[in-house]
Nanobody, 124 residues
Framework: QARLVESGGGLVQAGGSLRLSCAAS????????MGWFRQATGKQRELVAG???????YYADFVEGRFTISRDSARRTVYLQMNSLKFEDTAVYYC??????????????????WGQGTQVTVSS
């Protein structure tokens, strides 16, 4: 059974950095599209960044060059390096995986597996 486990969240001051990790098991990790979503209190879950099995990536407009998504096939882990964090980045961040079709859709219903989420809090 597929399982995704996020880690790396926490409390950071505005302008600081965090690196989120998502360890995957039980799926065809090397070819799966992996995505990072976030959900702030009272808001809908939104795609932050995604990466395909071949390494193509996508970033939401609000990232503005501050985040980098990457994957380590040997460790079956996907990362989200977040720099220059803003108060509005505060949210629960989720890792998600979908079938390896080379697409990075923005809708959460397009993803088959989800992690439990990790809280990121940015203080102003």
């Amino acid at each position: 059974q597929a399982r995704l486990v996020e880690s790396g969240g926490g409390l950071v001051q505005a302008g600081g950095s965090l690196r989120l990790s998502c360890a995957a098991s039980g799926l065809t990790y090397s070819r799966s599209t992996m995505g990072w979503f976030r959900q702030a209190t009272g808001k809908q879950r939104e795609l932050v960044a995604g990466i395909t099995g071949s390494g193509a990536n996508y970033y939401a407009d609000f990232v503005e060059g501050r985040f980098t998504i990457s994957r380590d096939s040997a460790r079956r882990t996907v990362y989200l390096q977040m720099n220059s964090l803003k108060f509005e980045d505060t949210a629960v961040y989720y890792c998600a995986a979908r079938r390896p079709d080379g697409l990075i859709p923005s809708g959460e219903s397009e993803y088959d597996y989800w992690g439990q989420g990790t809280q990121v809090t940015v203080s102003s």
